[in-house]
């Protein structure tokens, strides 16, 4: 059973297809990264259901937040290598979007928790989790790293 190191987290305009991510973190017991992402031109779609959850405006996310492509660059030369855990397949698919409007490749992998420790496992791991979650990315993924850890301490 593999350990990861690194976790990741993003959160999104909504969960429409054409939504895009606004926020994304990523954490080790060693440093921390998060960013607010500043919308490309073309991402119009936008949730105020989302909005309720993540307390994130458009106009926050328009004078806040770094472009797609500076918050690209930063991650591939933050965990360039590395292997990134996410408690969602979902974050997949933001990488993806985020990635795609910075017209750049990913110089890390993102993988789902299961791939890392197993569906039994990571089914104990998520129990863990405590049951409000904030809805922001930089709380969610050191939620997630702490649960890991109690698992495999325990």
């Not at 989302?50 to 030369?77: F, I, K, Y």
């Not at 299961?114 to 809805?135: C, K, M």
Request: some cysteine; overall charge negative.
């Amino acid at each position: 059973m593999e350990r990861p190191s690194f976790f990741i987290d993003f959160e999104a305009s909504g969960i429409a297809p054409d939504s895009y991510p606004i926020e994304v973190a990523v954490v080790s017991s060693e440093a921390s990264y998060s960013s607010l992402i500043r919308p490309a031109r073309y991402w119009t779609y936008w949730s105020f259901d989302a909005q309720d959850m993540h307390g994130l405006s458009q106009d926050q996310l328009r004078e806040q937040g770094d472009a797609p492509v500076g918050v690209a660059r930063r991650m591939n030369q933050l965990f360039s290598g590395q292997i990134l855990c996410s408690d969602s397949p979902q974050d997949t698919f933001w990488l993806d979007v985020l990635y795609e409007a910075a017209e750049l490749t990913p110089t890390f992998q993102l993988k789902p928790l299961e791939s890392f420790v197993g569906r039994q496992a990571a089914s104990d791991i998520y129990r863990l989790l405590p049951t409000t979650r904030i809805h922001r990315a930089l709380p969610d993924a050191s939620a997630l790293m702490l649960a890991c850890r109690a698992f495999f301490e325990a």
